[in-house]
């Protein structure tokens, strides 16, 4: 099983692609305009403190207040605070913690009131995104998470990942990580790590000391609301979580970016540093692999599965609700039974993919279609969870109902992606009339006969829907070919999928986009040139 992950930078921000076998099961768009990301740690402070939810709200400068409750502060909240502080008055003169003196451990069961003052400092980490309505959700238990392993401040234990089952290697971890863990840091090792020697594993652990470092200098020098470190950007941090020999390629289309992420999988895994490429075609990435494509047709409100069938993907404001339907597939077994499993075995597998694709997160409901069989009702059950062991989210399926009804919950920490599908018309901008479509192609004549006469331009690439990139290349002597003969310039003709029928765009030699005149100016202009021929003449 091959993964790629794609990554086409856009001014709004990256939109990032995981395929898995060229087929799509991960997206998401990271915005340049996003402050508040998943382990983002903030110089916040109290703005209020509420009994009733045993809970208080920070604020970190988001437009709604971090939530902070009771049970997110950790065991080790008392020490985190009396560090802060320190930290904050230049008590603490470096971020070493080995002369650091713990203070006792956090109640399990208390309330915020003793703990929390209204406009008391305080340094939280995001664990939530802010959803709908809502402000990031936040905690205390600050943690650093590396490829291989996670610091955990104010403890000195050292746990392993119950993935790792042999005791050999658990016992082995763990003495390689005493040797070389900080005093006053706990370890979590994560799974990733299983055979990986110590040099790795070291190097992994001096990157988050590093960033251990940085939050101590910037927290002597913070003001409240500030970032005091940043989490990796979206793209860095699946590339941590998720590089393995499985992967085949990282592509990019920047240079900028590909000289970024070429030197960060050069610094965590150094023997993969080939594997980030950059891509050097005319069209745009997602064009030219076919992913566009694919999220036109993964993201609508309905989706087909392959095989057969169809599912109805609706949103609520408590809820997802994803119905299965049978399509053309309802005729194709004798038994009614026999149908129904075939089908719903098909849609459990589109299901668990969409789950992922979407990030959808909360309460899930799907249903599908009803089984007589206990044993029937067990195989979709079994799919279903087979395909969402390889989610990162954790997750919880509670069996089908006699009603066909499958209830999931999968943990939710940042918005669920969504794109429109629909498109609005981009000649006639949802007025239902667009000009003539027989006139598109006078227009484009007209710009490319301005371009390359007028403006003396070379080397354009005209870009067109798929029907017209045919009508213009097709044929013994093209319409392509003609230009030439006329101009002695070759205009190259690509497709886009994206451009409406009537719709086109040219690019210069360097893939700028060209501001081109009015068709009525190019129109004119041409005409002008007749007339001053004529009377040249």
């Not at 709004?12 to 991960?26: F, S, V, Y």
């Not at 230009?483 to 002695?488: F, P, S, T």
Request: proline residues 3%; glycine residues 8%.
């Amino acid at each position: 099983m091959s993964n790629e992950l794609i990554i086409n930078s856009t001014p709004e921000g990256e939109r990032i692609a995981l395929l898995q076998d060229k087929r799509l099961i991960e997206y998401h768009f990271d915005r340049n305009d996003t402050n508040y990301a998943v382990g983002d740690i903030f110089l916040g402070t109290v703005r209020k403190v509420m009994p009733g939810l045993n809970a208080a709200f920070v604020d970190i400068g988001s437009e709604k207040d971090a939530f902070l409750h009771y049970g997110d502060l950790g065991e080790q909240y008392p020490s985190l605070n009396k560090w802060v502080s320190g930290v904050m008055k230049h008590q603490a003169q470096s971020a070493g913690l080995e002369k650091f003196t713990l203070e006792p451990v956090l109640e399990k069961v208390g309330k915020a009131d003793s703990v929390f003052k209204k406009g008391q400092a305080i340094v939280v980490q995001i664990i939530k995104e802010p959803i709908s309505t809502k402000g990031p959700r936040v905690s205390t238990d600050i943690s650093m998470a590396g490829r291989y392993l996670v610091l955990m401040p104010f403890s000195n234990t050292i746990s392993v990942s119950k993935k790792i089952v042999s005791k050999a290697e658990r016992d082995r971890l763990k003495r390689l990580i005493a040797s070389i863990k900080p005093e006053g840091f706990g370890v979590i090792i994560r799974t990733v790590a299983e055979g990986h020697e110590v040099a790795e594993l070291d190097r992994d652990m001096q990157s988050m000391v590093e960033n251990w470092e940085t939050l101590y200098t910037n927290l002597r020098k913070g003001q409240p609301r500030d970032k005091v470190l940043g989490e990796l950007g979206r793209t860095s941090s699946m590339l941590r979580d998720m590089l393995n020999e499985s992967f085949d390629s990282i592509v990019v289309d920047t240079p900028a970016r590909f000289e970024e992420m070429r030197d960060y999988v050069q610094k965590i895994a150094p023997d993969r540093a080939g594997l980030v490429k950059l891509h050097n075609n005319k069209a745009k990435v997602f064009e030219h692999l076919g992913i566009e494509k694919q999220l036109k047709t993964l993201f609508g409100k309905t989706v087909s599965v392959p095989g057969g069938g169809y599912l109805v993907i609706e949103h609520t404001e408590a809820l997802h609700v994803v119905d299965v339907n049978s399509g053309s597939k309802s005729n194709q077994e004798n038994d009614q039974e026999a149908t129904a499993l075939m089908i719903n075995l098909l849609a459990a597998k589109e299901v668990a993919r969409q789950l992922r694709l979407r990030d959808m997160g909360g309460i899930i409901v799907v249903d599908f279609i009803d089984m007589r069989a206990a044993e029937s009702r067990k195989k979709v059950e079994d799919a279903v969870y087979n395909i969402m062991k390889q989610d990162k989210a954790k997750f919880t399926i509670l069996p089908i109902t006699k009603f066909g009804l499958m209830q999931i919950t999968r943990q939710r920490v940042r918005p669920a992606e969504t794109i429109i599908t629909g498109e609005v018309c981009p000649t006639c901008g949802g007025t239902g009339k667009i000009s003539a479509s027989i006139q598109v192609t006078d227009e484009i004549d007209n710009s490319i006969d301005d371009l390359l006469l007028n403006q003396n331009q070379t080397g354009i690439t005209l870009f067109v829907h798929p029907f017209l990139h045919a009508f213009y290349t097709k044929g013994l002597v093209s319409r392509q070919m003609k230009w030439y003969l006329k101009y002695y310039k070759w205009v190259k003709v690509m497709k886009d999928t994206s451009l409406g029928l009537t719709d086109f765009r040219i690019e210069d030699e360097h893939g700028e986009q060209i501001e081109l005149h009015s068709a009525a100016g190019a129109m004119a202009r041409a005409q002008d040139r007749e007339i001053i021929a004529d009377l040249t003449d």
